[in-house]
């Protein structure tokens, strides 16, 4: 019993550093590499805010996010045709832009092949700067 | 030794008597903005407890799309404040969870986490919010579903597309849905609209997306809709 109580103290202390939310289903993830070899099958969402996109993003990436979502699907949507997959990144692994924006790609617009970037933004800097 | 227990036992009382201690009345905000707001609010209150002053490292929100203010960076003992956590909806729907993360040099509790959650309504359900039919096919209808919102009543939807080259045509179906039939003209060429739905009475606008495509993996060559906030000649049929 006496044995418990550090890790109980530990799970009191840090309750608030756990993610209220589940994890994404790892078929719904997408790797740096497996996105790079998709070439140019891919397109690249970048779901961070506009100013951090408008600093740097994944060459080619599009800009849709939840502040203007209505203005910038159309565009997104433009872009996209059967057969391409969509690849969604923010800015670190534990921000919820990429998958929300994921998901209403996929509920809302009915879009199949839409992926979160694992690691997000961060992962895309480190393996190609 | 005895004399040694009790400066021990002294010493522990004094720092917790002595000790600074940030209270929050609540560290979880419901709110329940109405269809028409542009931000929700949230007012965290707190009050130092504790015999010494508190002060505030830092405030930060969990993303960009809070922002959380603080009046001061030093709370006297006994005083009073609040956390003014803004959420800005922009086009978010339904349940959205944020956080503000609260640091101070108050040892006891260095750290908490305030958290604000703010339940969207939605006047509108539109499934999908994107049509498309890839070039050559055959030009049929396509049905998107709108669905009212539970706490809403919308009798009659005004659709209009914001290309001539789409017709629309919109069927109560009961029960608060209605179904929008879209129909290119043909498919021959690479064609977009945006449809703009409206719930009579309400400034509230809603979009759907119609496209022809090229063919499957060929790289696109864009054709944007006409834009979706300030439609240009809305030519199409409108009901």
Redesign the interface.
Known sequence: MLALVPGMGEAVYFRHNISWRSAIPPSELATVAQARAWGENVIWVDARPEDEFARDHVPGALSLNEDRWNELLPQFLASWAPGRKIVVYCSSLSCNASREIARRLRKEAQLPDVFVLEGGWEAWLKQNR | MKTHILAFTLSISVCFAARAELKFDKTELELHPTPADKQAVGHFTYQNTGKQPVHLKSVKAS???TTAQTQKDEVPPGEKGEITATF?I????GTQ?K?VTVETDDAANP?T?LTLKTIIPQLLE?????V?W?QGEKPDPKAITVKVGKEFTVNHIKVTSSSPDYQTKVEETGKGEFKIDVQPKDTNSLT?S?LTIQPEDSQKV??A?A?I????????A????K???APTTPAGQTH
């Not at chain 2, 922009?90 to 729907?93: E, I």
């Not at chain 2, 864009?222 to 809709?225: E, I, L």
């Open positions: 993303c960009g799309c800005n922009g086009d978010r729907t969870v956080t750290r986490v539109v499934t999908p919010t994107f498309f890839k977009a945006t809603f979009y997306t496209r495509t090229n063919a499957p993996t060929a790289p696109a864009p054709v944007a809709p834009g979706p906030v």
